[in-house]
Nanobody, 121 residues
């Protein structure tokens, strides 16, 4: 599967952004999908994941209650609704895919290119 993220940008503290990720290839719903981010000077970290059917989700503690991951399998698309953004959310955001959540979190098989999110105070 090939992934392409878009929809990053600049926003003020407390604002919202909704990057998306377009997937090409077959059987999109076979993949667990996720978002990762890498802030300047830091290692890449897991942000959120969603099951193939979209029925199960998981988040890193720092974004729980603020971010929502979703997918539309009819469009081969993954989304991340980010609300109440904080300067600490500034990072390059990457979409990723693998066959189960464990594999995804340990190092996904498939990566998209990143999209930059900048939260300004």
């Amino acid at each position: 599967v090939q992934l392409q993220a878009s929809g990053g940008g600049w926003v003020q503290v407390g604002g919202s952004l909704g990057p998306s990720c377009a997937a090409s290839g077959r059987a999109f719903d076979n993949y667990v999908m996720g978002w990762f981010r890498q802030a300047p000077g830091k290692e890449r970290e897991f942000v959120a994941a969603i099951s193939g059917a979209g029925t199960n989700t998981g988040y890193v503690d720092s974004v729980k209650g603020r971010f929502i991951i979703s997918r539309d399998n009819t469009k081969n698309a993954l989304y991340l609704q980010m609300n109440s953004l904080e300067p600490e959310d500034t990072a390059v955001y990457y979409c990723a895919a693998d066959f189960n959540r464990g594999l995804l979190k340990s190092g996904p098989r498939y990566w998209g290119q990143g999209t930059l999110v900048t939260v300004s105070s």
